[in-house]
């Protein structure tokens, strides 16, 4: 009976590496992420004065902000980071836009934060990552449903990413 417990611990610590593990795909394509994925959400940056900062930047360099909300527990959110971290996005990226990652806790079970700033820009925060693109003046770009669509960003496929990013400096 004392190895129930056990072995319960056990498949619990091996869940949690599954979720923490960066390892590479194997079998990469050029539309898969071909690098550990990325992990960038900060908690400890204040993320008011983050975000009003690219904005000053995007207002003096005519760029736009892409304020990405997530956390590094969060697959998609890593799975995002990653494929924005890919050289062909990274260099559009840069052209395009001041890049914000706020990291937001856990809000599904009540322990988040930051959830202010998507409040800010009248997006309601369900879940993670969230994906906010706004002009020099703060007004939000994409909608705020496609704000929130991004919950499923490990699904998604580079090109799809790219496609995204092209589409919203084109407005």
């Keep these: 009976m004392t190895l129930r417990p056990a072995l319960g611990a056990l498949m619990g610590l091996a869940l949690l590496s599954g979720c923490a593990a960066t390892g590479?795909?194997?079998g990469a394509t050029p539309d898969t992420i071909s690098h550990p994925e990325g992990a960038i959400f900060d908690p400890t940056?204040?993320?008011?004065?983050?975000?009003?900062?690219?904005l000053a930047k995007a207002s003096e360099e005519d760029k736009l902000v892409l304020l990405v909300m997530g956390a590094n527990w969060c697959h998609d959110s890593r799975a995002l980071t990653s494929y924005l971290m890919e050289p062909g996005l990274a260099a559009q990226l840069e052209a395009n836009y001041h890049a914000v990652f706020v990291n937001v806790g856990l809000p599904q079970t009540g322990d988040g934060y930051n959830l202010h700033i998507?409040?800010?820009?009248?997006?309601?925060?369900?879940?993670?990552?969230n994906v906010l693109v706004l002009n020099a003046d703060g007004d939000l770009v994409n909608t705020p449903e496609d704000a929130v669509s991004w919950r499923n960003s490990a699904s998604r496929s580079l090109a799809d990413v790219q496609a995204a990013l092209e589409s919203w400096t084109d407005r």
């Design 24 to 26: 590479a795909s194997n």
């Design 45 to 54: 940056i204040d993320a008011a004065t983050a975000v009003d900062a690219a």
């Design 118 to 129: 998507a409040d800010r820009f009248g997006v309601t925060p369900e879940g993670t990552p």
